[in-house]
Structure formats: structure tokens, C-alpha cells
């Protein structure tokens, strides 16, 4: 896209609009620059727009000390942008920020277009992306939660009946009922995702009972974190079904856990979680706190990076800033760089002292390693133990069967001489049975 200045904005043009004819759905984004990286902000909106389906027509970006409380980008820049949708043929605007219903409704006369913002436009990819019922529902919650408070000050963006972005989720009839009705709703929904967490800390507590690790993997959107499950269910031939992989941000809404079986009976569960993106909305955050209770919950994380994208250090930031949010920071993780076969000659793949590791899922480079290390983080604390038990105790000589890696089995005069690996645990349990 070639520049132009225009005042103190920045404005940017697609080529490939100049004659051609508007797509079903062309935008213009519009920014505020308060002074921090701008640029790497809008990039990620075009890619967020297109993610959408939308095309994205040109670029403003407005700087400013602070956004403009009535119109975000100012009243002049607000017609330039009013110019910029008539000539390049755009037909919705989308904001980089969150704006209030009266922010949107004073761009939407001034422009004559739809106008949205960032979360706004989040919300719809999810919408558009959520598959099972309880994913619908934590949507839905971020919907109205973020509309309730600006059903006053809502111009065009509360007509939704028409297709396009921003359009998909709670629908007419429960955005343009009065606040009671929409309140209802959310207690309704509120209700169910509590029941499917209970079910949830059900699950947990018998993993727990059983003594069974969880790996959470998490990460910046389009990191690979999917891709990663898959490969590791692959190589370890797993029977559990790969999980839904595509190159698009937010591919993956839901979390899925997939059981990891190594040998000597050591096994885990993997947890894929949704990815995370700079200014995820709160109120996705708060919609999806019960989902992502798996990662708060988790032994361990495995923090997925797209080695191949050139300031991985501002990802990284976003990512542990929502995990401490969420209250899981300072948790064990192991540093999974991916894509390392994305790098040209002069990157340098990172990894090579513990807990850090350059990986490829694709190519399946450096897998055995992040294997390892997920291993030596789960299982590390395990002693090797030889016991001796009678043979009126098969119980426990069933359960280290099932639930330990055991080495080897002797069937002696006095009992089973069985040689494993317990943690800490197990070992003052069974301390009774250590041969002397």
C-alpha cells in the first residue's frame, strides 16, 4: 500500500481499489496515535478485517494526545474519513479502539457508513468461529455485555438485521429490547456456562484424584498451538482425534483436551486453548474466564511463539499479560518458538537450555525435544523405587500396573518385586512396601 500524508494522519490506499469495483464488504480503518507503535496496531486490525471477510480499502491513522470523546479521530478527520469511504467505494469503517455509543453514532452520521470497533469486530470473528454450545453461549455473554451500556448512543450499529460484519450473535431482538430483557438474557446464560464449569471442576477433581498432569498450551493467535497438539498426537500414534488446524487467527474458539499416553504408563492431558490477540476485549476475557480455568488449573504451561514474526517480544508480553489477568503468571512453562522453518538464514533459532525450545510443527523439527522437556516438567520429581508386595495385595500390585511406569516385575517367595517410579506422593503411601 503506498502512502499519503494528510494533515497529521497518516493515510494509506490499496492498489487493487483504485478501479476496481467495492467487494460485498470493503473497509477503511481508522486509528488514533497516542505515541506507541501504531503501525503493528493497524497491521494487526487489517488482519483481524480480513479475518472478518472484509477487504481492506485504506488506512488513517489520526495522531492525537488522546482520542476525540465525541467522534474518536476529530471532527475534521472524521469528514477527510467521511471523503476517503466515498472515493474508495468502502462501505463500513472499523476503529482500532473500543469506542462508546456516542463515539459510533457521531462517525456513523459524519460517514454515512457502519462503523465499528476492534471489539466489535473481535467479537464477530468469534461469533462467526464458536462451534459448540458453550463456546455460542461466551460469546453471546461478550455481546451483550459490551452492548448493554451503549444501547443509548448506538446509531446504525444496533440495526443488524443486514449481513456484514458486526452483525452475527445475540441478534435484533435482543439488542434493541429494553435492558431488563437483555439483563435476563445474560443471567440466563451466565447460569449455563456455571453449570458446564461444575461439570468441568468435576472432570478436574478426578483428574486430580487419579493423579494425572495437565499441559495447557497457550499463546498468541496463529502461533501453531494446534498444529503442536496434532503433531504430538501423531508421533505418539495416539487414538484421540486431531484438533481443527487452520492458518487464520482465532481457528481455535473452544478448548479441547486430548489424553497423552508416553510409555511406561506415563501419561498427561494436553489442553489447547483459544489464542490471544493485543486489546482482547474485557468482557471476552470475563465471558471465557470458565474455559480458560483449564490453563489457571494446569501443572504446566506450553507457551507457543511464531518465531518467524519479527518483534515476538511484544506477542510474548500480550500473552502473559492476559495470563496474569487470569491469575496464572509465574506458572512452570516451557518457551515453544515455532515456525523455526520460517527463518531465513540469519534468524537464529532459539532454544537449547531448558525450558526454551525452536520448533517446527509443520516439519516436525526439534518435536522429540519439546517431548522431553514437557516430560522432564511433569515427571521429573519421580524416584526410582523397587517394592515388595505380598501377593494378598493384588490391589496394589493392579494399581502400579495401571498408574506407574514400572521397569520390571519378579515374582519372589514372599511377593511381587516390582521396580518403578513413584513422585513424592505416592512414595509416603507405599513407603510400607520399599524393599529392604
Not at 466489535?120 to 448493554?148: C, H, M, N
Not at 495437565?214 to 487414538?239: D, F, H, P
Request: negative net charge; glycine residues 10%; hydrophobic residues 40%.
Amino acid at each position: 500500500m503506498p502512502d499519503g500524508k494528510a494533515g497529521q494522519g497518516l493515510i494509506r490506499f490499496s492498489d487493487n481499489n483504485e478501479t476496481a469495483s467495492a467487494p460485498a464488504m470493503c473497509a477503511i480503518l481508522a486509528g488514533v496515535d497516542l505515541g506507541g507503535d501504531i503501525e503493528r496496531s493497524m497491521e494487526e486490525l487489517a488482519a483481524l478485517a480480513e479475518a472478518a471477510g472484509a477487504e481492506v480499502a485504506g488506512v488513517m491513522v489520526q495522531s492525537r494526545e488522546r482520542a476525540d470523546r465525541g467522534t474518536y479521530v476529530g471532527t475534521g478527520k472524521a469528514e477527510e474519513l467521511k471523503e476517503l469511504c466515498h472515493n474508495m467505494e468502502a462501505n463500513i469503517v472499523i476503529c482500532n479502539d473500543e469506542l462508546s455509543g456516542v463515539q459510533l453514532r457521531n462517525l456513523e452520521e459524519i460517514t454515512g457508513q457502519r462503523v465499528i470497533d476492534r471489539t466489535i469486530l473481535i467479537l464477530d470473528i468469534f461469533a462467526s468461529r464458536a462451534i459448540s454450545k458453550e463456546g455460542k453461549l461466551q460469546v453471546e455473554l461478550a455481546q451483550l455485555q459490551y452492548r448493554l451500556p451503549r444501547l443509548t448512543g448506538f446509531g446504525k450499529s444496533l440495526s443488524r438485521l443486514g449481513g456484514g460484519i458486526g452483525t452475527r450473535g445475540p441478534g435484533e431482538k435482543k439488542l434493541e429490547t429494553d435492558r431488563r430483557h437483555i439483563s435476563r438474557r445474560m443471567d440466563d446464560i451466565k447460569r449455563e456456562i456455571k453449570e458446564a464449569g461444575a461439570h468441568r471442576a468435576v472432570q478436574r477433581a478426578r483428574r486430580k484424584k487419579n493423579e494425572i498432569p495437565v499441559a495447557a498450551i497457550v499463546g498468541y493467535t496463529n502461533s501453531g498451538k494446534s498444529a503442536i497438539m496434532n503433531k504430538i498426537l501423531a508421533m505418539l500414534e495416539s487414538e484421540d482425534k486431531s484438533v481443527a488446524e487452520k492458518d487464520m487467527l482465532f481457528a481455535t474458539l473452544d478448548t479441547f483436551q486430548r489424553r497423552i499416553v508416553l510409555e511406561d504408563n506415563m501419561e498427561f492431558i494436553l489442553v489447547d486453548t483459544v489464542g490471544f490477540v493485543s486489546k482482547l476485549p474485557h468482557s471476552l476475557i470475563k465471558a471465557f474466564r470458565a474455559t480458560l480455568e483449564e490453563v489457571v488449573e494446569a501443572d504446566l504451561l506450553l507457551h507457543v511463539v511464531d518465531s518467524s514474526y519479527e518483534d515476538c517480544a511484544f506477542r510474548i508480553n500480550v500473552v502473559e499479560d492476559v495470563l496474569a489477568e487470569l491469575g496464572a503468571a509465574g506458572k512452570d512453562t516451557i518457551m515453544a518458538y515455532n515456525k523455526i522453518d520460517l527463518l531465513d538464514g540469519e534468524g537464529l533459532a532459539p532454544g537449547g537450555k531448558p525450558g526454551v525450545v525452536g520448533i517446527s510443527a509443520k516439519t516436525g523439527e526439534n518435536m522429540e525435544a519439546l517431548l522431553e522437556q514437557i516430560k522432564g516438567k511433569l515427571f521429573g520429581g519421580l524416584r526410582d523405587v523397587e517394592l515388595l508386595i505380598p501377593y494378598s495385595r493384588g490391589d496394589v500390585v493392579s494399581w502400579l500396573s495401571d498408574r506407574t511406569p514400572v521397569v520390571s516385575r519378579e515374582y519372589a517367595e514372599d511377593g511381587v518385586l516390582i521396580k518403578t517410579r513413584l513422585n513424592e506422593a505416592d512414595f509416603g503411601r507405599l513407603s510400607g512396601f520399599v524393599a529392604r
